[in-house]
């Protein structure tokens, strides 16, 4: 898996939710699903409404003894809308020829390899670079984390073999999960909830593609009992890299020499690493429309049909032996330093997921409070497709979340006034700040800028059937969180239900 290990932001607290039973009746709070406020009639074919929210919406609200402030100066437009209906999905499960048919598609006439499993070499490789604080591991800040990954890795080369096993050919077909008791071992370190898999059952599909081994299959069927999702990947090279994740370092960066913590000089030549993957970023590479173009010919060639892009983010792709792989050991941000950007390509990842009356369906994260009255935790991931094209053509394709529909349970939904959304996202934001726990004598001010606004679509668990969920429209908020003289502690998500005002929260 792809490990992205933070630093702990000394201002950010643990997310967790609290349900309780809200004074206005909620989504899933009604005998028949939906109360009946909620249920609009249809509009006619065509016709469109136009939403009360504020077409310039300014906002500077002061809390806490003036010590917080939550403010918004953003042009929201005129919303219309058509139908807002309410829909119940459900898992599906990804059948054989379903597999095959993925399967053959991405590996053309290569034959399938059963994956090989890291040797000892591998993991002392990782242990050396610890030891000799190379890369993300001079981090000085980290280094009870990274000594902890160390005795992970000491535990996990026992068990690991010694050379390579001879490349055995793989067919296509579910099988058990690999027997890997030393990448196991490797990964525990960090704890946390791990994914739900069962070795005895035979849902699981991965291979290598080719005889050099250049590309990855990996597939899962959904299982009821093991509460899972399916999903597929092809993955050609080792991996890659999005311009949002060195954004994010460099927020991390930043953020560190704003408090002034003392990293002996890593943070500068960290920030000068991430310098070079922004300007390699920056070089010319495959066009976004014509990247989007050869993105939307696989899904057209896979006959799906029911699924449009919505959103695109520029990445560099990296080719087998110029990057660490994607499944590697130890912390993927060390895979920075090790990658060659003279080798790396330049290209568009596109994430593709179902539009419901030209809003689109997305995979939401919203930030849950300890005093939020009413949460909801999505059952599944939802449904989306991302595509990653370079001037050499495709490079990766990754479904998770199929699902497929059960019923609508509305065919149209009246929305809470965009008044009463805002309150309480006042209120979530005022709540996160609460945790902080700030001592009444600090002077400490936090501000909280609104920086975007969308309609979107996302899932909340369905009514009476928590295997299964719905889809309804939500709010979504993001927030610039500063304290002080740190101008950016982090980007915060606001997800509220625009039927209820309800938190839609996490699903990890």
Same mark, same amino acid.
């Given at each position: 898996?792809?490990?992205?290990?933070?630093?702990?932001?000394?201002?950010?607290?643990?997310?967790?939710?609290?349900?309780?039973?809200?004074?206005?009746?909620?989504?899933?709070?009604?005998?028949?699903?939906?109360?009946?406020?909620?249920?609009?009639?249809?509009?006619?074919?065509?016709?469109?409404?136009?939403?009360?929210?504020?077409?310039?919406?300014?906002?500077?609200?002061?809390?806490?003894?003036?010590?917080?402030?939550?403010?918004?100066?953003?042009?929201?437009?005129?919303?219309?809308?058509?139908?807002?209906?309410?829909?119940?999905?459900?898992?599906?499960?990804?059948?054989?020829?379903?597999?095959?048919?993925?399967?053959?598609?991405?590996?053309?006439?290569?034959?399938?390899?059963?994956?090989?499993?890291?040797?000892?070499?591998?993991?002392?490789?990782?242990?050396?670079?610890?030891?000799?604080?190379?890369?993300?591991?001079?981090?000085?800040?980290?280094?009870?984390?990274?000594?902890?990954?160390?005795?992970?890795?000491?535990?996990?080369?026992?068990?690991?073999?010694?050379?390579?096993?001879?490349?055995?050919?793989?067919?296509?077909?579910?099988?058990?999960?690999?027997?890997?008791?030393?990448?196991?071992?490797?990964?525990?370190?960090?704890?946390?909830?791990?994914?739900?898999?069962?070795?005895?059952?035979?849902?699981?599909?991965?291979?290598?593609?080719?005889?050099?081994?250049?590309?990855?299959?990996?597939?899962?069927?959904?299982?009821?009992?093991?509460?899972?999702?399916?999903?597929?990947?092809?993955?050609?090279?080792?991996?890659?890299?999005?311009?949002?994740?060195?954004?994010?370092?460099?927020?991390?960066?930043?953020?560190?020499?704003?408090?002034?913590?003392?990293?002996?000089?890593?943070?500068?030549?960290?920030?000068?690493?991430?310098?070079?993957?922004?300007?390699?970023?920056?070089?010319?590479?495959?066009?976004?429309?014509?990247?989007?173009?050869?993105?939307?010919?696989?899904?057209?060639?896979?006959?799906?049909?029911?699924?449009?892009?919505?959103?695109?983010?520029?990445?560099?792709?990296?080719?087998?032996?110029?990057?660490?792989?994607?499944?590697?050991?130890?912390?993927?941000?060390?895979?920075? +330093?090790? &990658?060659?950007? *003279? !080798?790396? $390509?330049?290209?568009?990842?596109?994430?593709?997921?179902?539009?419901? @009356?030209? #809003?689109?369906?997305?995979?939401?994260?919203?930030?849950?409070?300890?005093?939020?009255?009413?949460?909801?935790?999505?059952?599944?991931?939802?449904?989306?497709?991302?595509?990653?094209?370079?001037?050499?053509?495709?490079?990766?394709?990754? +479904?998770? &979340?199929?699902? *497929? !529909?059960? $019923?609508?349970?509305?065919?149209?939904?009246?929305?809470?006034?965009? @008044?009463? #959304?805002?309150?309480?996202?006042?209120?979530?934001?005022?709540?996160?700040?609460?945790?902080?726990?700030?001592?009444?004598?600090?002077?400490?001010?936090?501000?909280?800028?609104?920086?975007?606004?969308?309609?979107?679509?996302?899932?909340?668990?369905?009514?009476?059937?928590?295997?299964?969920?719905?889809?309804?429209?939500?709010?979504?908020?993001?927030?610039? @969180?500063?304290?002080?003289?740190?101008?950016?502690?982090?980007?915060?998500?606001?997800?509220?239900?625009?039927?209820?005002?309800?938190?839609?929260?996490?699903?990890?």
């Amino acid at each position: 898996m792809k490990k992205v290990v933070l630093l702990i932001m000394m201002l950010c607290m643990a997310l967790t939710g609290c349900q309780k039973t809200p004074d206005k009746s909620s989504v899933v709070s009604k005998a028949d699903g939906l109360s009946e406020d909620v249920i609009a009639e249809p509009l006619a074919n065509g016709e469109k409404r136009t939403l009360d929210n504020p077409e310039h919406w300014k906002i500077n609200d002061k809390r806490s003894n003036n010590r917080v402030t939550i403010s918004a100066d953003l042009e929201l437009g005129k919303i219309e809308t058509g139908n807002l209906p309410v829909i119940e999905m459900k898992n599906h499960e990804l059948e054989q020829k379903e597999l095959e048919k993925l399967v053959l598609y991405f590996s053309g006439n290569n034959d399938l390899y059963v994956q090989q499993i890291y040797t000892k070499d591998i993991y002392q490789k990782v242990i050396d670079r610890i030891e000799n604080k190379e890369g993300t591991y001079g981090d000085t800040t980290m280094w009870t984390s990274h000594q902890e990954l160390k005795e992970a890795l000491k535990t996990a080369i026992k068990l690991a073999p010694d050379i390579l096993a001879e490349p055995k050919k793989a067919e296509i077909k579910f099988q058990k999960i690999i027997d890997n008791p030393a990448f196991t071992a490797a990964q525990g370190w960090a704890g946390g909830k791990k994914d739900e898999q069962d070795s005895d059952a035979k849902n699981y599909f991965s291979v290598d593609v080719g005889r050099e081994m250049t590309a990855h299959i990996d597939a899962e069927r959904y299982d009821s009992k093991l509460g899972n999702s399916s999903k597929f990947s092809w993955m050609q090279g080792a991996d890659i890299v999005e311009a949002a994740t060195i954004q994010k370092y460099k927020m991390q960066c930043k953020y560190q020499n704003d408090a002034g913590l003392d990293t002996s000089g890593y943070t500068e030549g960290y920030s000068a690493l991430l310098s070079q993957y922004d300007a390699c970023l920056d070089q010319p590479g495959i066009e976004e429309e014509e990247g989007k173009k050869q993105a939307e010919q696989v899904l057209q060639d896979l006959n799906i049909t029911d699924m449009v892009c919505s959103s695109s983010e520029k990445i560099l792709w990296f080719p087998k032996g110029a990057f660490p792989e994607r499944d590697s050991l130890g912390f993927w941000s060390d895979h920075l +330093w090790l &990658g060659n950007l *003279e !080798e790396a $390509e330049t290209g568009y990842q596109y994430i593709f997921s179902a539009n419901i @009356e030209g #809003i689109p369906v997305k995979q939401v994260y919203g930030t849950i409070s300890e005093k939020t009255i009413e949460s909801y935790t999505p059952p599944f991931p939802v449904e989306e497709i991302t595509i990653t094209v370079t001037k050499g053509g495709i490079r990766s394709f990754d +479904w998770q &979340g199929m699902t *497929e !529909e059960v $019923e609508q349970i509305a065919e149209n939904t009246e929305l809470l006034s965009f @008044e009463t #959304i805002q309150n309480q996202l006042l209120d979530q934001i005022f709540y996160w700040y609460s945790q902080q726990g700030q001592p009444v004598n600090d002077t400490t001010l936090f501000n909280y800028q609104i920086i975007s606004t969308e309609l979107e679509y996302t899932y909340i668990p369905a009514y009476k059937e928590p295997k299964n969920a719905w889809l309804v429209p939500v709010w979504v908020f993001t927030v610039k @969180e500063s304290a002080g003289e740190v101008e950016t502690v982090q980007n915060l998500s606001f997800v509220l239900s625009a039927l209820d005002g309800g938190v839609v929260g996490r699903t990890d």
